[in-house]
């Protein structure tokens, strides 16, 4: 069986999709529970660098691993999504 457009379009979203989620949920939950010391911060922008973080660890754990879906590779989508929510947001010297 071929493997055509629409589907690899949607083997690739479901791929990117617990990066997606997993940084839409993590910087919404940062907003809500750190307002005063991110009100600064876009939530677009947390969400945008938490996503590609998340997503690299996703691509970063495919190669390691040779399959998606591992917990080690999940795992690692959640504690580069931290850093990086942590770095756009509580960095020391941040503008």
Known sequence: ???NFV???WHILNFLAPAFATAVLSASLAKVFWQSELRGVRWTRLCAV???AASIALFAGLVVTGHDGRMATYAGMIAVTAVSLWWFGFRPFRR
Request: aromatic share 0%; charged share 10%.
């Open 7 to 9: 589907d690899a379009a």
């Open 1 to 3: 069986m071929a493997l």
């Open 50 to 52: 938490a996503a590609v």
